[in-house]
Every structure is written in C-alpha cells, then in structure tokens.
C-alpha cells in the first residue's frame, strides 16, 4: 500500500513536470527571428510599389538579354562554342537547363509589373509614365512569349497586386493580351513621350506577329527617327548574358549556321562589326564576337525607329498590297541618304536613318519571295542580338510559307557530331502542376 | 526436529542452537539494522538465515525453503570447517558461497547423521562461528560474518567491496569500467590500474555488476555482512556481439539487451589504433549493417560524403543521420557546391572534422521506432559519439604517429580515342573527326585509330602519390577529478599533382614568382584539433563534467572541370591541349586559389544527480560553432590567357545551442517487477548566418572582390528551433522481458502556421528467453533474445518554408542602384514535418560461449507526409521554383544480419570471422496529387511511383541492326524507344561486409582484412557517355565494336540529353577495404622503454576491387550536396586510392 502509494505520487509529478514540458514545446521558445524575409504585406505601400517596379525592371532587362540569346540560339544568330547549349542544335531539353528561354525571368517581369502597376495606382500614382512602362513591360512579355514560346501558354492574371487565376491563351490571345496591355499603358501616358512611343511600336510588333498588316502600318507610324528604347543595364545588376557568353568564349556569332543561317560574320556588314576572340572554351571553332556588345551594360535594344521602319516596309511589299517601290524605298531609307563620303579613293555611302555608314541602296530583287528573303535579311542585321530573329524566321514559316528546312539551321552540326534536330520553338517550363494546362499542343512555327 | 524462523521474532530453535533474526526498516531511505535478539549469548551461538528482498535482508522461514529441507547423510569426524561446508554443499547439490578468511581455520566439527536437513547441518557447522546464512538464490548460500557492537549488540554496519576489473583472457586491468550496485545509487569508475571501491554498503544480498563497452557485463551477487573490506575482482568477456554492452539512450544508459532495438556500436578507440582509418568516414564506411555510406569519401581529400542509414526516405529533405558528440548536436552540413563553382566531383563538409582519435565509440540509432524519443529530424537516425574521457588514475600518455602513402592506380583511367582519316570532300585533309558515323556518310576514309588518356601519361597525369601524416597525444589522470586532453595534427597532400606538362606551359603566365604550394599540391589538407574534458564528482550524488574542443582546417578544393576534360579528350596528345579536352586542363583549376577554412568549437556542461536511491536527474547544456569559409580567387589570365579572374569569399557561421534535462525514477512495485520512469525536455536550436561575396573581372595586381567589375554579395540567416518534451515507461519483468513505451512531443520553427505540435510515440519489448525462469540452462546455447520495436519520428521542413516571401536586391533603375522586389515564395502555411513509422524485429543468439553469435533484424518502415517538392507554375509566381507540400509517401523495408564466428579458439591463438549485411527494398508509394512521374534526365535520377526513388530510367534502344552490311551502325538502323523504362536504382540497395581476424602468439600479432560488398544498383558511366557524346569513345571509332555499343555512341551523338540509355552499368563491386597487420610490444619490452603498452600496425585501405563496372572505379561518384540521394555518376571525380599507412600507438 505504502509502495503503491509512493508510485502514485511520484506517476503525479512526473505527468505534471510533462505537461510543464508539453506546453513550453508549444510556445514561443520556436519563435525565431527572419531578419531576411519580407512578407508581401511589407510591399503594400508607396515604397513597396516603387520597389516592385523596380525588380520588374530589373527581371525584365535581364529576361529580355536572356531571350535575345537563347531566341538567336535556336534561330541562326549565335553558335554554341560551350558544348552545352542544346537548343543550339536545335534539341529543347525537356526540362529546365541554364541555357533555356527566359520563361521565368520575363513571367517574373510580367507579373511583377503588373502588381506594381495596381500598387503604384494606389500608393503612388504619379508620375504616371511609371504605371504605362510597366502595362508596356507586361505586354512586350507576352510577345516575347508568342514568338518565342509553342502555344498555348498558361498566362496569370493580376488581381489586387497579387498573381491570381490563371487563363489558357493560344498564341493569337496572347498577342491580343499584349495589345490589352499596351492599351492600358496608354492610358496614363501622354502621346509623344518616349513610354507611348515604346508601346506603338509593340503594338506595331503584336499585330505583325499576328498578320494584322494594317494595324502593324498604322501603329508603326509617327515613332520619331533616332529612337531606341533599352531597359536599364549596369553591367552587375542587370548585365548583357550575349557579352559575358561571347567574352568567356562559350558563344559565337553564327556564320551560315546548319545551310540555312545567314553570312552574320562573312557578310561583313557595317551594322554587325566582328570581332574574332579565337577558338571556344570547348568547341574548337572561333569565336566571333558582336562588337556592339563591348560590355556587361551594353543594352539589349527593345523597340526602335528602325523596327518601325522594318515594319512598315514588311506591310508595304507588294504582295501585302503596298504601293509600288515604297517598302524598298523605306528600307533604303534605313540605310543610306544617298550621298557619299569619300576617304582616300575609297567612297561610303553616308548613313541613312539608320545611323549606319556604308550601306548600299538595295534593288528590288524582283520578286515576292526574293522581297521578303530581302526584308527579312535587313530585319536579320539590323535587329541582330535584339530577340527578335526566332520570330521572323517562325514567321518566314507561318506567313510566308517557307519550309522550315529552308529557314532553320539543318544537317551535320557544326558543334559537334550529330544533326541539328527538329525542335523550332521552346516549351516553357514550371507548368506541370498549372490547373487546366496539359502542356502545348503546337510546337510548329 | 522444528525450527521456525520469522522476521522480527524470536524463535525456538528445538535443541538445535539459538537463532536470531533481523528486521530491516527504512525510514528514511537509509538502511538500519535492528536487532530482535535479546540474550545475545543464545542469538549468537547459531547462524540466521535471511535472504534479499526488495533492498533489504529478512529473515526467512528455513522450512518454506524447499532446498534447505533436503535430507542429507552425513558423515563428518573431526573434519575441517571448510572442507566439511564444502562436503556439505556437495552432497546438498548446492552451491555454498564464503570469504574463506570468515571461516575459522582451526576450527574441525564432527557431525554424523543419516537424515538431517541441509539448514540443521548448517546449523551444526556453523553454531558458534559468527556466520549467518544467506539464500542468495535458488540453490546458492552465502556465509556472511557477523559483528557485535559496542553494546553487545549484533550490528551490520558499514562494509566496503573492492576490487580490480580485468580482461578475462589476458588480465589486463580495464579502465572506464563502471562498477554498480544494483538497484543502489553507488558506483564506481575503474581507473587505470582497473580498481574500484565502493564504500558505505550496509550488510545485505547485493548484486554487483560491471560493465564496459565491448565486454560483456558481468553480474555477481555478494552477501555483506559487517564492516569489513571485501574483495571481489570482475574478469570482464570481451564481446563480440554487443549484446550485453550498455549505450547512451536519451533517458540515460542502458544495456543493449533492454532494448527493442539493436542499435550499432563501434569501439572506435580499438578501431583507430589497428585499422586504416584515415577519418570519421572510414570508420563508419562497411561496420555496421544497414549504414550505408554513399559511396566512400571518393579520391578528393577533405571529401564528405553522405550517409544513409536504412535506405532514403526523402524526396526533398536531407537523408543523413543527426550527428551528436557527447549529448551535443553538431554541424553535419555539407558543401556541395563551392559558391557556384562545383568541386572537383565529391563534396567538402563538417562530418570528417571530427577526429577519431578522440572518439571512445559511435552509437548508430537507426530509425524511428529507435529516434523517437530524439523527436523532429531524428528519423533519419542518429550517430551518437562519445569522445574519451578522464580516468582515475596516474597520469598517462597515449602517443600515437602515423605515416602514410596515398596511391592512385593511373591504369584505372579509361583511354579516349580519335578516329583518324582523310576527308572526302575532295581536299584530301587529314582529320581527326573520322568517326564511324561519318565513314558511314561516305564523310572520310578511316585509316587508323588512337588512343590516350592524360590519366595515364607521366608528362600529362595530374595523379602522384600523395603523403599523410597524424600525430597525437593524449593525456589523463585524476582522482576524484579526472581530466583528458587530446591534440592531434594532420596532414594530407592528395593525390594531385600539377601535371609536368601544365608546369610547362603555365610557367610563362604566372611568372617570375613561378608555383605556389598551392598550385603544385591542388588538394591539401592540414588539421589541427584540441579536446579536453574534466569531471568532478560531487559529493557522492552525481558529477559534473566540462567538456570542449576545438578544430581548425584548411582544405584546398580543386574546381570539377580540371579533371573532367581528362576523360573525354580527343585521344592523342597533342603540344595544345596535352590530351586534354579543349579549354580544360587541370592548370585551369589548379593554378587559381580554392581553399576551405573550417574553425570549430564546442562546449558543453554535463552533470549527472542521483540524490535518492529511485532518482536521478541528467542535464547536459552545450554549443557547438563551426565556421566555415570559402575562398576563390584567380588571378587575371591565370587560368588561362584572357581569363578576367574572379574572387570568391563566402563564409557560413553555423551555431548549435542543445540543452538536454532528464530525469528518470525508478521503482520496483514487486519483486519482480522494476518500472523506470524518464521525463525530460530538449532544446536545439541551428544558427546558420551566410555572407557571401564575389566579384569577376579583377583588376590586375588586386585581389579582393572591391576590384572586379562584376561584383555580387549575399546574406542570408537562417534560424530554426525544434522544443520537445518527453516521457518513458520502462519495465523490466524478472530481468528478462523488457518492456518500453514512450512519447515526445515537439514544436519547431519550421512548421506552417496551421501547424502546431508534432507527436511521435515508440514501443518496444525485448525478450531474453535464455534468461527466462523457465529456459533450460544448458551450455551450448548462452543467450537468445527476441525483440521488437515500433515507433514514428519526423524531418522537419526547411526553415522559413511555410512563410510567404519576397525576394529583395539591388537593382538598377532610373540612372540610379535602388532596391527592386519580386514576388518570392508562396509558402505552405499547412507544412508540417515529414513522418516516419518504422517497425522492426530480430533476434540475437549466442552459442557455444559466444563462439557463434548472430542476429538478424526485419524492419520496415514509411515515411507518410513525405515533402514533394511540387513545381509551382511559373505563371503564376513568376518564378522557377517549387512548393514543399506533405502529400507523399515512401516505404522502405529490409533486412539486417550479423554472424560473428569464433573458428579458433586457444591460449595463443585466434582466428575469428565477422559477416554482417544490409538489404533495403525501396518504393515511392505515392505523390499525392502531384502524381506527375519525373524519369529524371542525364546525370539526374527520377522519381516515379512505384519503384525506388532517385532511381533511373532511360528511352531504351532496340532492333540494333545492321540493315546495309557495312559493319555500322548508323542513325536509322536502331529504334529508340519513347516511352521511359525503369533501369535500376541510382544507391546501393545490398551490403555485406566479411571481416577475417587472426590473433597469433597470445595477440601479440593479428591480421586482419575487411571486404566490402555493395550491389544492386546502376551506375550511369556519364564519362564514357561524353567520350561517345564528342566521338571519342572506342564504339565512336572502331567498327569492331559491338553493334549495340555503336548505337548507344551513335544515339548520344544525337541527342545527349536524351540517348543517355546504353550508359548505364551494374554498379556493384566488391572491396578488399581494409587489410591490416598489428604487432602488439611485449609489456616486458614496452617497459624498457618505460611504457606500458607499444604497438604498431601496418594497414593498407581500398586495396583491390573487383566489378564489372568500366569506369575507373565503381566509387568514382559524383555526389552534389548534402543529400544522399546521388545523383550517382562518375563526371570528373577521382576514384579513392589506396591508403597505405604505418601506425605507432606507445602507452606511458
């Protein structure tokens, strides 16, 4: 009795002593300091908007630079001299490599500007170009994406500041969203600023890409001669990914890539200057290096004059119903005033509004598919580097009906052994778990 | 003839003598002796009879004792005392214990009787002789003295036992024995000499026991009776099984056969001294079944490889053990990854700066139905280390130094090879690219082949014999304050070397100040370690110990692609490239600075109370530092000309705080029956602060991240607490059924706000039937043991993971560096830890005196709320990035044996074989939701339901056929199949290790060896993939090659990130890992030099391997990061070499 007793009292205090135990395992004692994490509550002001707007820019620069690259990966503008840039070969990998279209940095653009855009209306509405450049980042990702990407592409809208539903748009509604977004730019810019002038020439961009000639001519027009937009480099924080690849040799500029590329290097043309670096890291072919690339702050070209130009001279070819010589007239514009400049014995045509010595006025070649080789040719060099190749060549494809053996590099790779693949477009990635998405269903051009 | 014995009475004694009687009460816990005899003239005349029960001696009746009733004839005249108890006990069939020195020598009795009982002749004999009688167990008396106190009275005051504790076959005094009362707070420690005193025993039955780890403990029960000095000396069995060996649980120790469980123990003191180990790693790898080191700590010294014990569990989370020094847990992290800039193949980390040396032994908790009570992250297991601690005694040194030779077998390299021939296209051209693809498109005429290997050339090879060297010195001593101090240094030079050609070719670039150290040995190694504890006792109800150590390393870690271009070059030597892959040269990674800087400390206060009899109390308190810093800088054109130089510094300053207290009572409600109750609560919270810089294109002449032109910086902190309490019941019936159940509580840091406390409870039994009341005792079968145990622990979430971020950072916008932010992390506030429930059972049995043991174990277990790490649309969050969720679930079951065989058996010599393996089945069950099947890619397993996780799948290739008769194989004359098949697993699922000892000349020279088995599992040989990949594979080449080689060479051609299929191999592989040769100094010759002990050993490590596998070796593994789930694959890590060392231990 004595001894049950004793256990009795001893089984007490030790079930009180755990409860004790119990509790404090609850409590705050697992609280800790997160010195390094922001809540999004934490951005739901003036600053945070401002601050968002910022990464946007930050993650679209950086996307756009990406782009450029891995789109000339695939096209015929750069060579891989790394060994391990399958899209070169024109072989997508299946899942996520560095070397892969920057689905997520320009969604991470995308998103992000349009979360600042709701934030800086709330919290900090002026000055209101700040809202328009970030509707007009939104839309230039969503080109971006059509040209760059196989279709259809899971696209999130932005309700309240924050990603919400997500909707399933084929590469015609994508476009469309992109011309949603310009519209909402242009709401709160006025017509002339640099902003607005940006988002006529993405809009000129979204309706090319869809066969809208018409309303590419119409919203290509009035873009002042001379003007360029770039997203903000630095060279750390945002850098040029095409310099620092060419610089540690692991890219080239292509030169007649698989058949089809185009003479980048050996057409010695005065808007694509060549630097040759030597051999690659690991392939032992040269490396050419684009020397309007000459740093990590280089900018990556998002709109220009020129574009404008490009596109309304691609509208106006005869077979789209363009009066006589005027899309000659056009490009010839872009490259020369006509006049000479003489040096020693030697004479260059002076620059047109191109701002680019040396070229020579074009003649017609006659006929329609010897225009758009032509048209396309100019967009090549005078768009080199800029994200754009992948598109035309998609392009060259779809509205011109080129076969893509006739447009993609092809046959024995130059990179190695084997044959270039059959891949012409990137799959985005990260989409496996997206409600409603079972993956793309066009791959073609 | 009637006599009547009871407690606290006087009795009749029917003309046979007087008796008397004694009644124990313990008022206040103390045991007094009370006497009930009032003519102390006639009490004591004749002996009492009284046996233990519940702590105290009472008087029994002699007539319910059955065996004192035995009738007996007798027939002694005038015989002495001690022979005639002798006689009796004989014919009696009892066993009759007493000092001899208690039993008067002169005395001689007479006593003739044809039926007496044996307590009436007991009676007689010891009538007037002082001696009591006590039942000390069925069959079993004690005589015992009485004393008279200065009343008169018969008193039991104060008796002292001591004695020595040796080894039973070569009676050397045993040190760090502890000596035990049973059921008694006393004990004590043996010191050097092997002695212990235990004072203040008042008279009465008890049971000592010895224990020591690696003997087998030893019980004896001895019967006290007055103030005098007893001598009992303890010969200890050496046990090779461990069963009966006593580890560290959380609720304090416990003998091995009270557990449900059988955890793993390694003497790591016996280990280090006659094997070749050359780390912590090496001791662990192939000695305990079901620990798996994945796969050895490769050829990269400084290495640290992963650990899984009983398979993986987890998708996403880490699968090693924890990692516990002394109570206190410790940095096992690992860096995988040098800051973006990948090691050469293998990873550096925290697990090896332990030093084995100062180890004692390693205690390897298995799963969770053993971790339980260690709660959040213990599923995985636990490695328990105890380091050596103060002996009582002299002060004595231990000195040991070590030489070694590190040796890497060049013709283990595979040979690339070039296809030479002229090209078709009219030019004529010699070239190099004349594979058998382009022979077939009629590209060029093949006219020879070549091969080499830069591996292999002595010009070219980056493989030299590399050096090491340990020394240390240990020292103890005390009394009731015992200290130890351990220093040790260790040097490793690796087995690379700047190849004679990079030598060459680099000297121009880097100058008139020509190669550093550095550069010459690109991985090094040196260590320097201190230990120390010191324990006091206080008073005699507990002590105190202060422990602390302290490490500082540097390791040079060479970058991947220096050695990687060596096994796909173009295969021939060549004045550019050497042989080497174009752009990847060892001086490229060799010439510029990696190094790792490690600095540890820990801390800790460990005290143990025992202020009661039925109470003691545990406390350890303790921190553990560790930082680790990395640094990376290559000067402008050092790697290579136009090289703009880079500069890495990133240092991770981990902090562990523990705090453990413990406190356990113990009853014993019946007399059979003992209950142990434990309570206690634990504290562990990780401290992981990260600063991080770098900078490219350095400005010449400079050397710090402020000259790049490309700098970037990091800090993150990391902070995670895991609070738990616990509470045990513990009861063991008759000594031979033990019975457990526990449950801990836990909450953590790392939980979602929706989740709040974690509950992990554990059971188990543990039935020594050969102790049981009803077991037959025979000889031949010494111990069998049934056992079970069941129980669930966790792994909790990375920290911060349940909590929606924002990702902040310098950006440049309008002109101007601002801060920019991003939508992060979503968060899962729903995150709770992953749960493992494990159950297991075995049996231990032990045969012909432990000449035979073996035990075998089934276990299975599942890991439920398994963290899948679910791909988040990168739609939506804008990134690319994943969600921990809990929906998996993985299994994972097997079986683990031991025999241990002792085939000879003599005074002078021994020859002894231990055979223990593992095998583990594994299988994702399920994904949840997120079902979709990941096959995985090239270098990197899949997971998909079903089948093992982290295991590989590939698109196989099939019809290979020589459709046109040219002897190729070409594009279209094989079919690549579309959907994936399941290959293998990527880690070993089978392990057996067979370890020989001979003992020859009483031990003084013993050899021994220990093969290491692992199979079942699939290697991908990407090294010869990339060979075939750039056509400079011997299938790439040579047409005499098989077709389906060709094919597999043919379809990697075509798409490397697809046609990986023919690449992967059967990894398994058997190992000579250990071989050694001890030669003990003769204690007469030790002491000519004024030592008591010398010893050296001869030992060689990964002497020989025998696989199928073609790469240069089957643990030439690839393994990224901390977590053991591979990925497996042999891109541009070393092999392990050899180990050839020499090893003096002197003893003084």
Redesign the interface.
Known sequence: MQ??T??AR??KC??M??T???V????E????????????N??TNAV?AN?????????FANGLAMQALMTGMLGDEFADRS?TI?ADQR?V????TYFDFP??RL??????AL?AASKLELYSPTPSWHIAEMFAYAGYVDIMDAEGLCSP????DVVNGS?SA?RILSRSELLKSALVDFDSATAHVAQGDSIATLVSVGRARALLDSGDWSGAVGASQGVPSGYAYTP????????NVIFSNV?A?DVSVSNLEGGNGLDFVSAQDPRLLIAN????????ESVYAPTKYSS?ASPVVLASAIEASLIRAEVLLPQHGGPGSAWLDTLNALRTDGTFSVSGVDTTYNPGSGNVAGLRLLSDPGSDSGRVTLLFRERAFWLFGYGERLGDMRRLVRQYSRPIESVYPHGPYEG????Y?SDVVFR???????AG?SGCTNTGP | MNLHFGPCRRFALGGMGAGIAFCFIAPTGRLVAQTTAPLMQLADRGPAFYQASGGRAVTVDVRAITFLQAILAVDLSDTPLADAIDSIASRARVRIIYNSADVPTGRRVTLSASRITLAAALRVLLDDTALDVHIASEGTLSLTRRSVDSVGRTAHVVAVVQGVVTDASTHAPLAQAVVRVEGKGQQSITGQDGSYRIAGLTPGTYALSARRLGYTPLRRTIVLGSDSVYRLDLPLIASPAMLDQVVTTVTGDRSVQELGHMPGIIKVDSVVQTAPVTNLTDIITARVPGVQVNLSSGGLTGASPPITIRGENSLSLSNEPLIYVDGIRQDNSTVGDFQGLSAIGESSGRFNDIVPEDIESIEIVKGPSASALYGTDAANGIIAIRTKRGVAGARRFSVFAEQGLLVLNKSEFPYSYTGWGRLLDGSNATTDQCTLVAVAARACVQDSITHFSPFRDPATTPITNGERGDYGLQLSGGTDTRYFVSGTYQYETGVLKLPTADMRLYAPIVGATGFGNDALHPNALSKYSVRDNVITNVGSIGDVSLLGSYLSSDTRIPLSYGLAGGFWGPGYRDSVNDGWAYGARPAEVFVPRHDEAVQRFDGSVNSNWHPTTWFSGRGIVGVEFSSNSLNALGLPDEAAPGDPGYRVNARTNTTMYTVDLGASAEATPLRFLKARTSIGVQYNRTNELYTGAGANNLTAGCQTVACGTFQNSAESSVESVVAGSYGEEAVSIGDWLFLTGAIRVDGATAFGSEFATAYYPKASASWVISQAPFWPHQNFISLVRLRSAWGESGVQPPAAAGIATINAGPVYADGALTTGVTFGLPGNPALKPERQREFEAGADVSLASSRIDFGFTYYSKRSSDALVSVVLPVSQTGVSTAQLRNVGAIANWGYEGNVSLQIIKSASTSFSVNVNGSINHNQLLTLGSYGAPNYGSYGTPGVVRGFPIFSWFSLPISNVRDANGNGIIEPGEFTQATTYRYVGPSYPQSQFTTTPVLSVLKGTLSLSASFDYRGAFVLENQELGEACALGHCLAAVDRRSSFASQASAVAIQGNQTLSYAGYFQDGSFTKLRELALTYRVPTSWARVFKSRSASVTLSARNVATWTRYTGADPEESSVLGNSSTGPFFDYGALPPPQYWILRFNLGM
């Open positions: 001894a049950a004793h256990c001893r089984v030790l079930a002593v755990s004790v135990c119990g404090v395992a609850c409590s004692l697992t609280n800790v300091p997160t010195p390094d994490i922001i809540s999004p934490d951005i945070g601050q968002q707007r910022a990464g946007a820019i930050a993650a060994g399958a072989r990998p299946l899942q996520q689905y997520d969604t991470s653009a995308r998103i992000n979360a592409l899971p696209l999130a990603p997500v903000p480099y630095d060279g750390v924080h945002q850098f610089s040799l670096l030597g051999l690659g890291a690991i392939v032992p990590l190695g052994p084997g044959t693949g985005p990635f990260g989409e496996q778990g997206t998405y």
